[in-house]
């Protein structure tokens, strides 16, 4: 599991780390029944309190992302594919919307704002 921190992300730490496990449960990096670090480890992996990795563990297992088995540890649970599609293209809906608003309000034409994403997409490779 590879989580990085940036110190200049506006994001609170948990939010960044909580972010990139869910990436990687999504996109099969982690797979149901893998064993997650135990909080203490992963803090001090990542070098963050204990108080934080707590949060994030909570937040994952409050998303059905993970499960805690008392004296066994927190394991990735089994995802429903679609239903974690189907929240990836609401976040990607209520961004693009965003983006749409801003453009408007700026007066920047449609055909700029596509522009803009497909050059993003060769960017990114994908």
Known sequence: MQIYIKNNDSRPIYEQIV???????A???LVPGTLMPSIRHLAKELKVSVITTKRVYEELEREGLI?????????????NKDFIQEKYLSEIQQK??????LA???????KEV?????????????
């Open 19 to 25: 972010t990139q496990i869910r990436d990687q449960i």
């Open 27 to 29: 996109n099969g990096s």
């Open 67 to 79: 499960r805690t088995v008392p004296g066994k540890g927190s394991y990735v649970a089994e995802q």
């Open 96 to 101: 693009l919307e965003e983006a749409l608003i």
């Open 104 to 110: 408007k309000t700026a007066a920047i034409d449609y």
């Open 114 to 126: 596509y522009e803009m994403l497909q050059i993003l997409e060769e960017e990114i490779g994908e």
